[in-house]
């Protein structure tokens, strides 16, 4: 079993930055792909951000890169998400989620941003944008 929790969340005006942290506990030696999601009411939930633990290496949607940067600190086992130049478009429930994969790296590939391909997932942290 694996927990994930995130937080950070906020309310924030537009062109404005949040951090969000998501922790990493339990039964993590096998699992080494993070990745965040969000979700805005009425929508389905998106990839945003994803990053190999190992390796180090991200990836990004074209939507937010350039915006969002993803990162991980080994040690803690803590994954963050820094968001800046946020825009209402930007508001929602960001949730952080795990897979592993044998693979050293990770390479541009859509599927790393579908939650079908995670295993486990935080609660949400709820980010909003106001204009």
């Known amino acids: 079993q694996v927990q994930l929790v995130e937080s950070g969340g906020g309310s924030v005006r537009a062109g404005g930055s949040l951090r969000l942290s998501c922790a990493i506990s339990?039964?993590?030696?096998?699992?080494?792909?993070v990745a965040w999601f969000r979700q805005a009411p009425g929508l389905e939930r998106q990839g945003v951000a994803v990053?190999?633990?190992?390796?180090?290496?991200?990836d990004y949607p074209d939507s937010v890169k350039g915006r969002f940067t993803i990162s991980r600190d080994n040690a803690r086992r803590t994954v963050f998400l820094q968001l800046t130049t946020l825009e209402p478009e930007d508001t929602g429930m960001y949730y952080c989620?795990?897979?592993?994969?044998?693979?050293?790296?990770?390479?541009?590939?859509?599927?790393?941003?579908?939650?079908?391909?995670?295993?486990?997932w935080g609660q949400g942290t709820q980010v909003t944008v106001f204009s």
């Open positions: 989620a795990i897979t592993r994969t044998i693979a050293r790296r990770i390479n541009r590939n859509a599927n790393w941003f579908l939650p079908v391909t995670y295993n486990y």
């Open positions: 339990g039964d993590t030696d096998r699992w080494n792909v």
């Open positions: 990053i190999h633990f190992d390796s180090g290496v991200t």
